[in-house]
């Protein structure tokens, strides 16, 4: 594939305008861009740096032209047009949840499991924001020896629940008022209902989706995930048990040279500000966890805009081209 025909589906959300940022950034080979959205946003336009695009509706026809089309348009939309678009011979890159874990389609991550996406068959799956930030640093970890045991606890952005929850947290800054039972800044908020187990569904994609990633079924892991008051990127306190003993400098060394990941050493650590409008997960406070043999603690912070999504799928696509 050169000089690709590109669609953004979902273009008027929060990833899908950072999706077409990337694409800008990154100079990706493309011949065309179209923009795709709901019915009521059809018509108006998106003003870039290289130019001014309208939306179009979404509809069937959409992927008669196109080669590539990034979804960011939630769970629905990618069930009934992600077929569509690959009868169309259009390759999807879906960032929604639907389809990551069907066992036909690859869920990747370029800097940890490129080699999967030669199996597509016309879908790819861009995991979770959380999950992407967490397997680039346990696959620089996987390096060293076998991995018992994972602890991550999340600490997520307001913009990783879309510009819904963006807009309740500046509106909770600005003080208007709200009957919500949960507020940002008044309490901690969970994702989602509670399944059987205990999850929430953002718990149990992290599980689920980095057994798939790393291709480790029995990998023993426990996640919780919760909600911030903050703007943008996210954070995650990360326990780590390997089979045997490593020192600090050889944990440093193996995420230093990990692709995708910036080791934040000495006194200095990761945080949301850092992170924001970046590409690369950073990744510090390493230190020994002296409550269990051979276990370590690390803080890994990521931009969920575009590590997370917009710019994991846009690498997807390069890698296609």
Known sequence: ?????????????????????????????????????????????????????????????????????????????????????????????????????DENVPLIVPEVNSHKIKSHKGIIANPNCSTIQLVIALNALLKLGNIKRVVVSTYQAASGGGQKILDKYRNEINGFANDDRYKLFDSIMFHSDFNEAGNTIEEEKMLNETKKILEINDFKMSVNCVRLPIKNSHCEFVNVEFENNFSLEQIKEVVSNQKGAKLVDGND???????????????????KDNSRENAYNMWIVADNLRKGAATNAVQIAEMLI
């Open 1 to 101: 594939m050169k000089n690709i025909r590109l669609g953004i589906i979902g273009a008027t959300g929060l990833v899908g305008r950072t999706v077409l940022d990337v694409v800008w950034e990154r100079n990706l080979s493309v011949s065309s861009i179209k923009l795709f959205a709901s019915e009521k946003s059809a018509g108006n336009k998106i003003i870039t740096k290289k130019g001014e695009y309208a939306i179009e509706k979404l509809d069937e026809n959409s992927f008669n032209n196109l080669d590539i089309a990034i979804f960011s348009a939630g769970g629905y939309v990618s069930k009934k047009y992600v077929p569509v678009a690959v009868e169309k011979k259009c390759v999807a890159i879906d960032n929604g949840s639907y389809w990551r874990m």
């Open 269 to 287: 650590y990761p945080h949301p500000l850092l992170a924001n409008g970046k590409d690369d997960v950073f990744i510090g406070r390493i230190r």
